[in-house]
């Protein structure tokens, strides 16, 4: 079945520093690929998508490229803030098997120190 | 636009108590989830509805049951909880074109004592 991992966290870094969120995955279609950030005390909203191979999801200043060659799609920011500190959850929708599912990472907590 | 509202925030329930969690969005979606969060486990899928009137089992359904008798409500019930039912539920929902795309509700925190 379709599986998502990603890097296991806390991951802490310092105002500014780059970061780089690992994940990949397995799917036995042509998946999308998400990544999803929730926020302290709150639901999950999504970041970023990318629908095939190569393409760039980009928001907010993070990016994620869709890397069918190495089934992976890492997350990274060139200069991260204190508000970005939440957990991220990397996570795939197989539209060929389970239509409407969303199957998700055990996500990384990212906290940013000033 | 209040997208998806869930009810209550937080609940204690005694073990063996009946429970139910509200949801309800307002965006038309078609389909909708609930899933449970727990630490070092992610987000693990209970239930989902495609449209009104169906649903089916996710990962987790065991002790779980849920309707659809509307686009808009999507409520879960535990028929008997139980403790190792204790964590955070998170309801969601999405556009039959994009499944992928899913908008979360604020969760609700429930402990099983």
């Known amino acids: 079945g379709d599986s998502v991992t990603q890097m296991e966290g806390p991951v802490t870094l310092s105002e500014e520093a780059f970061l780089t969120i690992n994940c990949t995955y397995t799917a036995t279609g042509y998946p999308s690929l998400f990544w999803y950030v929730q926020y302290p005390g709150e639901g999950l909203q999504l970041l970023l998508k990318?629908?095939?191979?190569?393409d760039k999801g980009s928001n907010k200043g993070f990016e994620a490229t869709y890397r069918k060659e190495t089934t992976s799609f890492h997350l990274e920011k060139g200069s991260v803030q204190v508000s970005d500190s939440a957990v991220y959850f990397c996570a795939l929708s197989d539209l060929r098997g389970s239509n409407y599912k969303l199957t998700f990472g055990k996500g990384t907590l990212l906290t940013v120190n000033p | 636009i209040a997208g998806i509202t869930q009810a209550p925030t937080s609940q204690i329930l005694a073990a063996g108590r009946r429970m139910t969690l509200r949801c309800t969005q307002d965006m038309r979606h078609n389909a909708m989830y609930w899933y449970r969060q727990d630490l070092g486990l992610g987000l693990r899928l209970i239930h989902y509805?495609?449209?009104?009137?169906?649903?089916g089992k996710g990962e987790v359904p065991d002790g779980y049951s849920v309707s659809r008798a509307n686009t808009d409500d999507f409520p879960l019930t535990l028929a008997s909880a139980v403790p190792s039912q204790t964590s955070v539920y998170f309801c969601?929902?999405?556009?039959?074109?994009?499944?992928?795309?899913?908008?979360f509700g604020p969760g609700t925190r429930l402990t099983v004592l």
């Open positions: 990318a629908t095939k191979a190569d």
């Open positions: 509805s495609n449209t009104a009137g169906t649903t």
């Open positions: 969601a929902s999405s556009e039959f074109l994009t499944p992928g795309r899913q908008y």
